[in-house]
């Protein structure tokens, strides 16, 4: 049973990755991040993993509190990154659960 509830999983996201909407959605989303980690990198001096780690766990709104800009344009470009970003990663997240169900739908 699990098996066959992780299988058509794993067959609805690779089909919501086929569309042409979730690809762009999910290029913006990492080209977002790719931007802010080397912001984060060059402006706050962190390193490349905690450079990406923050940029990932800031977009998704998760914010565990343990990294945090110390620059006023750390600060600033946070503030943007995240009005920017949480639109887009939801609408990415979104169109990934919208393609699921969509594949759920076609095999009952």
Same mark, same amino acid.
């Given at each position: 049973?699990?098996?066959?509830?992780?299988?058509?999983?794993?067959?609805?996201?690779?089909? #919501?990755?086929?569309? =042409?909407?979730?690809?762009?959605?999910? #290029?913006?989303?990492?080209?977002?991040?790719?931007? #802010?980690?080397?912001?984060?990198?060059?402006?706050?001096?962190?390193?490349?993993?905690?450079?990406?780690?923050?940029?990932?766990?800031?977009?998704?709104?998760?914010?565990?509190?343990?990294?945090?800009?110390?620059? #006023?344009?750390?600060?600033?470009?946070?503030?943007?990154?995240?009005?920017?970003?949480?639109?887009?990663?939801?609408?990415?997240?979104?169109?990934?659960? =919208?393609?699921?169900?969509?594949?759920?739908?076609?095999?009952?």
């Amino acid at each position: 049973m699990l098996r066959k509830v992780l299988g058509r999983l794993f067959r609805g996201i690779f089909a #919501a990755f086929g569309e =042409e909407r979730v690809q762009g959605l999910v #290029a913006l989303t990492l080209g977002l991040i790719f931007v #802010a980690s080397g912001f984060y990198w060059y402006f706050e001096g962190w390193s490349v993993l905690d450079s990406v780690y923050f940029s990932v766990i800031t977009i998704a709104t998760v914010g565990y509190g343990d990294l945090a800009p110390q620059t #006023a344009a750390g600060k600033i470009f946070t503030i943007l990154y995240v009005f920017c970003g949480l639109g887009i990663f939801v609408a990415a997240a979104s169109a990934i659960a =919208e393609g699921i169900m969509q594949d759920r739908r076609k095999d009952p």
